[in-house]
């Protein structure tokens, strides 16, 4: 038969749409208040976090 082995696909995230969201608000940030490009910054920050450990635990299963 012409079987196929398993495949795997990483789990669905809100980190890849969380990042997008702080460095488009960074961008912002940029035009309109250095508060806000903190803060986009900031969320930034805690999504590529998020996202990293989030692929570090996948990868140990």
């Given at each position: 038969m012409n079987?196929?082995?398993?495949?795997?696909s990483?789990?669905?995230?809100i980190?890849?749409?969380?990042?997008?969201t702080?460095v488009?608000?960074a961008?912002?940030?940029?035009l309109?208040s250095?508060?806000?490009?903190?803060?986009?910054?900031l969320?930034?920050?805690?999504?590529l976090?998020?996202?990293?450990?989030?692929?570090?635990?996948?990868a140990a299963?």
């Amino acid at each position: 038969m012409n079987e196929h082995p398993p495949t795997h696909s990483p789990a669905p995230s809100i980190w890849p749409v969380t990042l997008a969201t702080g460095v488009g608000l960074a961008a912002v940030g940029v035009l309109t208040s250095p508060i806000v490009t903190v803060a986009g910054a900031l969320i930034a920050a805690g999504a590529l976090a998020g996202w990293i450990r989030q692929a570090l635990e996948e990868a140990a299963r």
